[in-house]
């Protein structure tokens, strides 16, 4: 059976895939909640990023991904505790 949209599944008739029927369906008001939620801890999280990616030696101000944010943390850690290993 090939994929369909949820809007073509409503029109069908099918009792359970209604509107406002079934598990996944929600009020506007909960949808517009949620949305909000969403792009506010979208937002903490790239000020986080941000944050993290300015205090990192050798990039503040710099743009990188978050990935790439993630990989210095890395090794600036792991330097730090080699660092620390070899001085104690």
Excluded at 10 to 34: A, F, K, M, V
Excluded at 39 to 53: A, C, Y
Aim: with cysteine.
């Amino acid at each position: 059976m090939q994929h369909r949209s949820v809007t073509s599944l409503q029109g069908l008739g099918h009792p359970d895939l209604g509107q406002g029927s079934g598990n996944y369906s929600r009020t506007p008001e909960l949808r517009i909640s949620h949305k909000m939620a969403e792009r506010k801890r979208r937002s903490e999280m790239k000020n986080l990023f941000d944050e993290l990616n300015n205090i990192l030696p050798n990039s503040p101000g710099s743009k990188s991904s978050k990935w790439e944010i993630l990989t210095k943390c890395k090794c600036f850690f792991h330097a730090r505790k080699h660092t620390y290993t070899n001085s104690s």
